[in-house]
């Protein structure tokens, strides 16, 4: 399973760094890469503008159909915003949430996310 993730400051480039999996990072300059096997989205939370571009990344070409599901990193103090972004891309492309996280992430939230992609059964 590859993995297509957002990355600011840093934090989410750690934790997919840990997974040990296939990483494509979009960034603003490109996000219009088409894929043509399975993946999931890992992205950290912040205002719409800044994350749209994995809208546009998702909507390239044939992507949508190879989404299968969505993980997320945030910081809990923001309440009932935690993780509000992976939220919205597992509702509005109808894939399961798979993981939410703070920032890096710990030792348990790499095996809870490994997990979750296992018992998806890609691989
Ligand atoms: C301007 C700003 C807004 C943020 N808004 C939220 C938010 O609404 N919900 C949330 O869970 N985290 C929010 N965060 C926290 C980030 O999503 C979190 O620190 C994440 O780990 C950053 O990942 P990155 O370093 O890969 O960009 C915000 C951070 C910043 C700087």
């Known amino acids: 399973m590859k993995v297509v993730y957002l990355s600011l400051t840093g934090q989410t480039r750690k934790f ?3 997974l040990g999996m296939d990483l ?6 490109d996000p219009f890469i088409t894929v043509d096997e399975p ?3 890992i ?4 205002e719409k503008e800044v994350t749209e571009i994995l809208n546009d990344f998702i909507e390239t070409e044939n992507n949508q159909s190879f989404l299968k599901g969505v993980a997320g990193g945030g910081n809990i103090n923001f309440g009932q915003l935690f993780v509000f972004t992976a939220k919205d891309l597992a509702r509005d492309y109808n894939v399961p949430l ?3 996280f703070e920032f890096q992430g710990s030792e348990v939230d790499v095996k809870k ?4 992609v296992d018992d998806l059964g890609f691989n």
């Open 16 to 18: 997919v760094n840990k």
């Open 24 to 29: 494509l990072e979009i960034t603003p300059t």
């Open 39 to 41: 993946y999931i989205v």
């Open 43 to 46: 992205t950290p939370t912040y």
């Open 98 to 100: 798979l993981h939410s």
């Open 113 to 116: 996310l490994k997990k979750a």
